[in-house]
């Protein structure tokens, strides 16, 4: 392979100014590298010659070479730190063998906890696991959630991953929606405070080769969502605000671009009854050029949520694109609104020849191209890919999933297990008869004797996930929404092992399920955001202290959730249990 020099690539002498380097690489940027520049779509892992069979992707090769894409949100996981390292480093490769040989800016959603959502998260795999940002709000800790950001930020950095599709700061003020797991709950300041801790923790004390660059999302803030419904689907598209919070909403945005955030993304909705037009906010100039360029002052890249412009068959099923309230425009018109909204890039596309076509027509010209151009190579320059966008092997299996990294992941976990009801069984005595469900036996046999029945046990430990109704597609079952009632056969299976012993109710609480007929009979009850067994018990045992607090309320009812208004926080009538809310043991 030829060995590219500063001089026929002058972009490349690191002695000048970044302002310099951008305007060399563009001066010599062709009208199709440019365009290329403005997509931002999902890779998986396989073959970089090959097409990727699991997520239908073209490959690699193609979208660097055919398409001139150089922007990827990683999906999938790999067993190994070295084997995602490798991954990228040959991807690199194809890059750096194009004409112009600019690298790959690789991005991923969440990938350091429990949760696994093609549209919004990934198991940890290798990684450090830690709980979901509803638990990292739950420790109220901004020194733990800007430490797990730093370590969040040394293993991506390992393997070439230089994006977070996060943090996600929407206010989780309608108790129905499926998205409040990855966000720091309901209430507006603890949301700024830790949302910023997590982008100082994330990018670093200076902007540079060592950080990762935060997309924060989802601008002006998602959560309002009629009926809790998700703008992922036709059916959640609007955004309400029956109680004027808008701007409430918009607090914690304002405390991440103090904090420095590089990136925006905003998010499906169509805001209903404000004064912004009534279109998706990627499509909204009065939002993103109006409100954040304009009020806010931001110059950084702005990136659409995925799947704008085009329809697309996700797991064999047919879905529109999300082009909420333009839903009537082509695909080119779709793609020409965006643009002159400000937004900078096209989330979940990849077809550059649309732009093509719209410069070719005289829609759009080249100077808006490069308007967008400058912002997305300056990233380039600052993250350091021009200088060395490789990654060392060796190093990414040390730094993945380090000792030190796990053990800080773990006691995270602990310290967000939230204790709401107690009434006198715990801390249980190590050795008692354990009887449990949801736990591994394995685990559970180091805190005491598993017995196969609650008749035999001394105590009942019983983990449930949070009620979430059936839909009709894969990827739609993929964001719990609907009812957050439990079914009643669950109700009385608890009540059941209750009368024979006391019990132990741990609830995974990725929406705030209605817990007032579990707390009738159960002897305990808990709720977490993604715990390991081990958490958990160390936490009932006592070996652990109980520190977590409800980062949003509980509601009492169905009927209490569905007479609040989305928009406002801490609006069901008598919450069972109030944000804020933990015992200690």
């Known amino acids: 392979m030829t060995i590219a020099t500063t001089t026929d690539r002058p972009w490349l002498d690191a002695d000048l100014a970044i302002d310099e380097r951008v305007e060399l690489l563009l001066d010599a940027m062709t009208i199709e590298e440019k365009a290329g520049m403005f997509f931002h779509t999902m890779i998986g892992l396989g073959d970089p010659d090959e097409k990727n069979a699991v997520f239908g992707t073209p490959s690699a090769r193609e979208f660097l070479e055919l398409k001139h894409m150089t922007h990827f949100n990683l999906l999938g996981a790999a067993a190994t ?5 490798a ?38 795999g290798p990684f450090s696991q ?41 206010l989780a003020t309608e108790p129905r929606w499926a998205r409040q797991t990855a966000t720091f709950g309901e209430d ?68 991440a671009l103090a904090a420095g955030t590089r990136q925006m993304m905003p998010y499906y909705g169509m805001p209903m009854g404000t004064e912004y037009e009534e279109v998706g906010f990627g499509f909204n100039k009065s939002v993103i050029t109006g409100l954040l360029r304009e009020r806010y002052g931001f110059d950084g890249v702005v990136c659409t949520d995925w799947g704008l412009i085009n329809d697309a068959e996700i797991f064999g099923e047919p879905f529109p694109a999300r ?9 080119k018109e779709r793609m020409k609104k965006v643009l002159e909204a400000g937004a900078d890039q096209f989330g979940g596309e990849a077809c550059p020849e649309l732009l093509l076509e719209l410069v070719a027509d005289g829609e759009v010209t080249e ?6 151009a400058r912002r997305l190579l300056r990233e380039k320059f600052e993250l350091g890919l021009f200088d060395d966008p490789y990654v060392d092997e060796d190093a990414a299996d040390e730094i993945v999933g380090r000792a030190d990294f796990r053990a800080a992941g773990e006691e995270a976990q602990r310290a967000s297990i939230t204790v709401l009801t107690n009434g006198g069984a715990l801390p249980f005595a190590p050795g008692l008869k354990l009887y449990v469900e949801g736990i591994d036996i394995e685990v559970a046999a180091a805190y005491g004797v598993v017995v196969p029945s609650p008749e035999e046990a001394d105590l009942a430990v019983l983990r449930l996930h949070a009620p979430f109704e059936q839909r009709a597609t894969v990827f739609e079952n993929f964001f719990h929404a609907g009812s957050l009632d439990f079914a009643a056969e669950v109700v009385e299976h608890v009540r059941e092992v209750s009368r024979l012993v006391p019990t132990v109710v741990d609830v995974f609480a990725d929406r705030p399920a209605i817990l007032t007929p579990i707390v009738e009979d159960a002897a305990a009850v808990t709720v977490n955001w993604g715990a390991s067994s081990a958490a958990l018990l160390d936490v009932l045992s ?39 809310h933990g015992l200690t043991l």
């Open 188 to 255: 507006a300041e603890l949301s700024g405070r830790l949302g910023a801790a997590y982008i100082r923790g994330f990018q670093g004390a200076s902007f540079g080769r060592g950080s990762v660059s935060t997309m924060t999302k989802h601008f002006p803030g998602g959560g309002p969502q009629k009926d809790g419904e998700d703008p992922h689907f036709a059916y959640g598209r609007e955004q309400v605000y029956p109680g004027g919070r808008f701007e409430l909403h918009l607090k914690p945005f304002e405390d």
């Open 323 to 331: 082009a909420w309230g333009v839903e009537q425009l082509t695909p």
């Open 542 to 580: 006592g070996a652990a202290p109980a520190r977590g607090r409800l980062p949003f309320d509980l509601p009492r009812s169905m009927a209490a959730v569905e007479a609040s208004r989305p928009d406002v926080p801490f609006d069901t009538a008598d919450p069972l249990f109030r944000f804020g």
């Open 130 to 170: 830690w709980p979901e940002t509803l638990g990292l709000a739950a420790t109220r800790d901004e020194s733990l959630v800007q430490r797990f950001a730093d370590i969040a930020r040394q293993e991506y950095v390992a393997v070439g991953l230089r994006v977070a599709l996060h943090p996600q700061i929407d």
């Open 87 to 124: 991954w990228h480093n040959a991807v690199q490769r194809i890059a750096a063998s194009t004409r112009l040989g600019i690298p790959v800016t690789f991005s991923t959603d969440p990938r350091h906890s429990f949760s696994e959502n093609p549209g919004a998260s990934i198991l940890a």
């Open 81 to 85: 730190g070295r084997e995602l390292a």
């Open 367 to 372: 100077a808006r191209l490069d308007v967008s």
